[in-house]
């Protein structure tokens, strides 16, 4: 199986950054790592092992980026309106560095926007903002507002409310998009998996109402126990990737 490391110093986000490369063909995953998670995670908890014969069969082509989650939603000593800017760095991060990475490692190839726990919040953000990208989005064990309490899980806005908040919080902003929007959407194949004991396990439901609402097909994959660990999204992207 091809396995690349690259790193280079980014121009968005003002530091060095690393990811990698599994495959050599097939669909792009633009696989985010879970909470305050590392670009080898997914490596490192087998994941990637997981769905070795569909990356060497040459059906996907997986890249494990970085996270700044400490640097952003989980930076503890920064105010919340830092939190979101920190954020928007990182996305353009994605948008202008690593996504022409994947257009020239893998031109013409459809891309899947993929994560777990807060990576699938970064997958569904990212895929729901800019919809013209992605052909397929895969939300595993996700929370998909972060502005709330939510049994353990803190609000990491602490009540902090802005524009940029409200556009960067799909279970805030999707009920309130327009046509054009909807439309794009619903090309998209959009998947969502989570526990039935998962705290997490509102907030797909509500996302998955809004869906539904708006006439935007998905599936909602509810599974058995908390399913928020490796051992399972080892199964789930078997499933859904």
Same mark, same amino acid.
């Given at each position: 199986m091809?396995?690349?490391?690259?790193?280079w110093?980014?121009?968005s986000?003002?530091?060095?950054?690393?990811?990698?490369?599994?495959?050599h063909?097939?669909?792009a995953?633009?696989?985010?790592p879970?909470r305050m998670?590392r670009?080898?995670?997914?490596e490192?908890w087998?994941?990637i092992?997981?769905?070795r014969?569909k990356?060497?069969?040459?059906?996907?082509?997986?890249?494990?980026?970085d996270?700044v989650d400490?640097?952003?939603f989980?930076c503890?000593s920064?105010?919340?309106?830092a939190?979101v800017d920190?954020?928007?760095?990182?996305?353009?991060y994605i948008?202008?560095?690593v996504i022409?990475?994947?257009h020239r490692?893998?031109p013409?190839a459809?891309?899947?926007?993929?994560?777990?726990s /807060?990576?699938a #919040?970064?997958?569904v !953000?990212?895929? +729901?903002k800019? =919809? @013209?990208?992605?052909?397929?989005v895969? $939300?595993?064990s996700g929370?998909?507002e972060?502005?709330?309490?939510?049994s353990h899980?803190?609000d990491l /806005?602490?009540? #902090?409310?802005?524009? !940029?908040v409200y +556009?960067?919080? =799909? @279970?805030q902003?999707?009920?309130?998009i $327009?046509?054009s929007?909807l439309?794009a959407l619903r090309?998209?194949d959009?998947?969502?998996?989570?526990?039935?004991e998962?705290?997490?396990l509102?907030?797909?439901?509500?996302?998955?109402?809004?869906?539904?609402?708006?006439?935007?097909p998905h599936?909602?994959?509810i599974?058995?126990?908390e399913?928020h660990?490796?051992?399972?999204?080892?199964?789930?992207?078997?499933?859904?990737?």
């Open positions: 091809n396995r690349e490391y690259h790193k110093y980014s121009p986000l003002q530091r060095d950054m690393e990811l990698l490369v599994f495959g063909a097939g669909a995953v633009l696989f985010f879970a998670g670009f080898y995670d997914y490192n087998r994941m092992e997981a769905i014969d990356i060497e069969q040459g059906h996907l082509q997986v890249y494990c980026v996270s400490t640097e952003s989980y503890d920064c105010h919340p309106s939190k920190r954020y928007l760095q990182y996305e353009q948008l202008q560095e022409p990475l994947i490692k893998s013409g459809a891309m899947i926007s993929a994560g777990c /807060l990576g #919040y970064h997958a !953000n990212f895929a +729901f800019h =919809p @013209n990208l992605f052909s397929k895969a $939300g595993m929370r998909y972060l502005g709330q309490q939510i899980y803190r /806005l602490q009540g #902090y409310w802005s524009e !940029n +556009f960067n919080m =799909p @279970n902003y999707l009920p309130g $327009g046509d929007w439309h090309s998209i959009i998947v969502l998996a989570v526990g039935k998962d705290p997490f509102g907030s797909n439901l509500y996302l998955s109402q809004v869906l539904h609402s708006k006439g935007i599936a909602l994959h599974w058995d126990e399913a660990r490796p051992r399972y999204w080892r199964k789930m992207v078997r499933l859904y990737l």
